[in-house]
């Protein structure tokens, strides 16, 4: 049998992690949630909001999509500006879900800028 040779990535053996023991005791908690869990869990909460007279339960998410729309429909710049970017993130980053050919990318980009300068006109 070889003896174990200690050197670089090779530390003795005595000075190894034993198996099922933590390297780092004080560490992060386990099941403790970061903001990217928070985040999606608070928009995931429904509420009940009044739309065409009638109330129904949405995410916070789509509420707040919702009331951002409807203050761009209304010729809010910056509420256009946010959407249209938004918009323009979500299709760039998830090509798989929502095929989009590149002509229609390009039409949006034409599009955007005359649609910001068609509300500053107002």
Known sequence: MAKYKVGYCRPPKATQF???????SRGR??????????????????ITVRE????????????????????ALQGDVRAAAAM???????VTECP????????????????APRLLRSFQKE
Request: charged share 30%.
């Open 84 to 90: 249209l970017s938004l918009y323009a993130r979500v």
């Open 18 to 24: 034993r198996p099922g023991v933590s390297g780092n």
């Open 29 to 46: 908690p386990r099941g403790s949630r970061n903001l990217a869990t928070d985040l999606a869990a608070e928009l995931g909460e429904l």
């Open 52 to 71: 065409d007279g009638r109330h129904c339960r949405v995410s916070k998410q789509r509420a707040l999509i919702k009331s951002l729309m409807a203050k």
């Open 96 to 111: 798989e879900e929502q095929p989009v050919e590149n002509n229609d990318l390009q039409i949006l980009r034409r599009f």
